[in-house]
């Protein structure tokens, strides 16, 4: 069994890919929670924080950035690391936007995902 690495939100308003993303770094050691929008991952961050943010760039209700807004003015997440995850051609600019600390264009590999989040969320000793 791996140690626990970390503490990740899934915000991605598709189910089948936020479970996807769940299951497989959940497999990684780290402790995952889903939300399908902005309103629902504000909650969460209410609850309790996080290492890392995993984001959709378009999703319903509340976007990205309108999310990224609330979420900077809590003091206990606003420097919490954010991989954003999108299908739009500008991706590299949104993330730029958001302040991101990395990103992937979809359809990405899982390889690209558990690559990506080990870079930003070292094991812990």
């Known amino acids: 069994m791996t140690a626990h690495v970390g503490s990740i939100l899934v915000v991605e308003d598709d189910e089948m890919l936020r479970e996807t993303l769940g299951e497989v770094l959940a497999d990684e050691g780290h402790e995952v929670r889903g ?4 309103y629902e991952a504000l ?4 609850e309790r924080g996080v290492d890392l943010i995993v984001l959709d760039l378009m999703m319903p209700r509340m976007d990205a950035f309108e999310f990224r807004e609330h979420q900077r003015r809590r003091p206990d997440a606003a420097t919490t690391r954010l991989i ?5 051609r500008d ?13 992937l264009a979809k359809p990405f590999s899982l390889i690209d995902v558990i690559e990506l989040v080990s870079d930003l969320l070292p094991e812990r000793a």
């Open 35 to 38: 939300a399908a929008h902005g």
């Open 43 to 46: 909650e969460c961050l209410d």
């Open 84 to 88: 954003v995850l999108s299908a739009a």
């Open 91 to 103: 991706i590299e600019t949104a993330a730029e936007r958001l302040e991101a600390d990395g990103w």
